[in-house]
């Protein structure tokens, strides 16, 4: 494959570290550093990912995309929607085979064992018994594969090498998958935002009901009392009225003394219970307003099911 020149600006610290970084001895290379692309591959992939990287960045560019490095993951933003993407190599596990050279270690190692076992020289014996190289290692398949890290409703978002399409080849279709699934993030984010504000409408007028309802409530409270205590004065009138003509109100009696306090006892729920005391009582506490900031045009919003609606 020839060198890419020219990087894309948003990858190119990326491409810089594929092919400058030396590989571990697993031959690893992972580009995943604060603004590096988080890829993974095997060294001998590693210009191939350099080539992807710079051809989705410009395909990016061209549908009003960007693509941002964001150290483990990259990522694709439009609006207030985001999606980060990976790419990395495929690994392969595969039974290790040992070298002549530390097969001819360990016949060494087992040899001097042997020897020691028979002097019962425990002190120089080695208990373990496991040779000294891994049973299984990962091995580069050198394929590619290019996910998008997104829950999307069934839609594609894994493209890989196959028998014979490469992924560098797929950037129109990886770049279509992102399209869909940022304008599907957006549908479903917008959704979800719509069901808070209709929930938060219906949390307000939940709300107003249970002022309304509370206002209502002292509003017969005080309705109540004042037909209380105007039946306790018409009982005090027809009582009064059955006395005979000749009870006085004149304070020489105990008789006399208790009219007295009978008519003042009227006198003060005919004050309670009056004109003044009415626009008093309607003026408190916004009972009864001009303009009702408690009133629900939809009327008493439905009962709460106990799951939040």
């Known amino acids: 494959m020839p060198l890419m020149e020219n990087p894309h600006a948003s990858v190119a610290k990326t491409v810089k570290f594929l092919r400058t970084r030396k590989p571990d001895k697993e ?32 395909a990016l560019d061209e549908v009003g995309l960007s693509l941002t490095a964001d150290g483990e993951k990259m990522s694709a933003q439009k609006g207030a929607d985001k999606i980060s993407f990976t790419l990395l190599e495929r690994t392969r596990r595969l039974k290790y085979v040992p ?10 190692r087992k040899e001097k064992r042997a020897r020691s076992l028979r002097r019962n020289d425990w002190d120089s014996i080695s208990f373990g018994s496991s040779p000294p190289w891994p049973e299984y290692v990962s091995a580069w398949t050198g394929e590619l594969v290019f996910s998008i890290d997104a829950w999307a409703d069934g839609l594609r978002k894994t493209w890989g090498d196959g028998k014979t399409q490469r992924v560098e080849r797929m950037v129109p279709e990886i770049v ?70 000749e009870a006085s109100l004149s304070g020489d009696s105990d008789l006399g003394r208790m009219l007295q306090w009978v008519d003042s006892r009227l006198a003060e729920l005919d004050r309670q219970t009056g004109l003044d005391a009415a626009k008093s009582f309607a003026a408190e506490g916004d009972l009864f307003p001009a303009v009702d900031e408690l009133e629900d045009p939809l009327g008493d919003p439905p009962v709460s099911s106990g799951w939040g609606y």
């Open 27 to 58: 031959g690893l290379l992972s580009a995943a550093a604060p603004g590096l692309c988080g890829v993974v591959v095997g060294a001998a992939s590693a210009e191939r990912a350099c080539f992807f990287l710079d051809a989705l960045a410009r």
């Open 99 to 108: 070298t002549p050279e530390e097969i001819a270690r360990e016949d060494k």
């Open 176 to 245: 279509a998958g992102i399209e869909l699934i940022l304008e599907t993030i957006r549908v479903r984010r917008e959704e979800r935002e719509e069901r808070e504000r209709q929930w938060k409408i219906l949390q307000h007028r939940r709300q107003l009901a249970q002022a309304r309802l509370k206002r209502e409530e002292t509003r017969l409270s005080h309705l109540r009392q004042i037909i209380e205590l105007r039946r306790e004065a018409r009982e005090i009138r027809e009582w009064i009225s059955g006395l005979p003509q």
